[in-house]
């Protein structure tokens, strides 16, 4: 085995948080989907959580976003997604976890009503993980 996974500890992200505008863009975008999934990517500079980006021909619908992520052009900027749900919970499903594994490393649920106590961020294996909102 080349790389051994080392028991008890939590990688540390490159992530110090998200800046208020971006996460007040992704709860109204939420808002404006619902009742269908809002769907995008995060991207960050400085070490924050910065923009969002959509992803051209992803699918939204009541119960889930299809992300096209071959859509998605080369950027190094992006550290993973955010999506909502349209019920209160914000916890991933396992269609959200298989995601989480597969791309990036910090993504957003935010659930209805979209507001400031209504999202979490999660780690790539489906942990809660606190994300600091910067004013």
């Given at each position: 085995?080349?790389?051994k ?30 009742p ?52 209160r919970?914000?916890y ?10 597969r ?16 999202w ?16």
């Open positions: 085995m080349l790389f996974k080392k028991e008890g500890k939590r990688p540390e992200y490159p992530i110090k948080g998200i800046r208020h505008e971006t996460l007040d863009t992704i709860l109204e975008a939420s808002k404006s989907s619902y269908k999934e809002f769907a995008a990517v995060l991207r960050a500079e400085n070490k924050e959580i910065s923009e969002i980006l959509l992803v051209p021909g992803t699918l939204s619908g009541e119960q889930s976003a299809i992300f096209r992520l071959h859509m998605l052009p080369v950027d190094f900027t992006v550290v993973g997604t955010a999506h909502s749900h349209p019920t919970n914000y991933p499903s396992g269609a959200d976890l298989n995601l989480f594994g791309f990036g490393f910090i993504h957003i649920i935010a659930a209805y009503p979209y507001d400031q106590n209504s979490a961020a999660w780690d790539i294996q489906g942990n809660e993980i606190e994300l600091k909102v910067i004013e």
